[in-house]
């Protein structure tokens, strides 16, 4: 009886090279890189930024309704957090969403602080964990950035400096306490 080639396996495994090489190209980094080395919370909460951010991206850049489309689905998605019973304290952490959206991010060159706020803010949000996503502007363009998204979680900022979200004026704010 021949031997059984596993090609589909062995064809898996010769295209690992080539994709890592296309994100490097791209100044991306390879998702299993980012993965490597880290324990099962940590592989969880990147995973998961992964997933948000890539839905983001893909709503941010594909779909005809975009920023408007993601942006009535953040208010529906608030909006269930709303209604629904507090969160079990020892469901997630906060901070650890926040930080696997912003490590898994570095997959996506040119996702900004709008796509991070979004997928953090959905991410959370669907767990029950009521937080307001804010976007404001600068009054006066800058070499860096002229608007940036935030979260605030009560009058607390979530993963950010109270000195830059200073620098900007709120414009829109989505969710917030019920």
Same mark, same amino acid.
């Given at each position: 009886m021949p031997h059984a080639d596993n090609t589909p396996d062995r064809a898996r495994r010769s295209m690992r090279p080539l994709l890592q090489l296309w994100f490097t190209a791209r100044g991306a980094v390879f998702l299993p890189s980012l993965l490597a080395g880290l324990d099962r919370e940590d592989r969880r909460a990147v995973l998961a930024g992964f997933r948000a951010l890539s839905f983001v991206e893909s709503w941010l850049r594909c779909s005809s309704r975009g920023f408007q489309g993601l942006t009535a689905l953040a208010r529906q998605v608030a909006g269930n957090a709303a209604h629904a019973s507090?969160?079990?304290?020892?469901?997630?952490?906060?901070?650890?969403?926040?930080?696997?959206?912003?490590?898994?991010?570095? @997959?996506?060159?040119?996702?900004? @602080?709008?796509?991070e706020a979004f997928a953090a803010f959905l991410l959370l949000?669907?767990?029950?964990?009521?937080?307001?996503?804010? +976007?404001?502007?600068?009054?006066?363009?800058?070499?860096?950035?002229?608007?940036?998204?935030?979260?605030?979680?009560?009058?607390?900022?979530?993963?950010?400096?109270?000195?830059?979200?200073?620098?900007?004026?709120? +414009?829109?704010? +989505?969710?917030?306490?019920?």
């Open positions: 507090p969160p079990d304290p020892l469901d997630v952490e906060v901070d650890q969403v926040v930080w696997g959206v912003r490590v898994a991010s570095r @997959c996506f060159p040119g996702a900004a @602080c709008l796509s949000n669907g767990r029950n964990m009521r937080t307001t996503m804010v +976007i404001g502007v600068s009054g006066q363009r800058r070499r860096e950035s002229f608007a940036h998204a935030w979260l605030e979680s009560g009058d607390t900022l979530v993963a950010e400096s109270s000195a830059k979200a200073r620098a900007y004026r709120p +414009i829109m704010r +989505i969710g917030g306490p019920a």
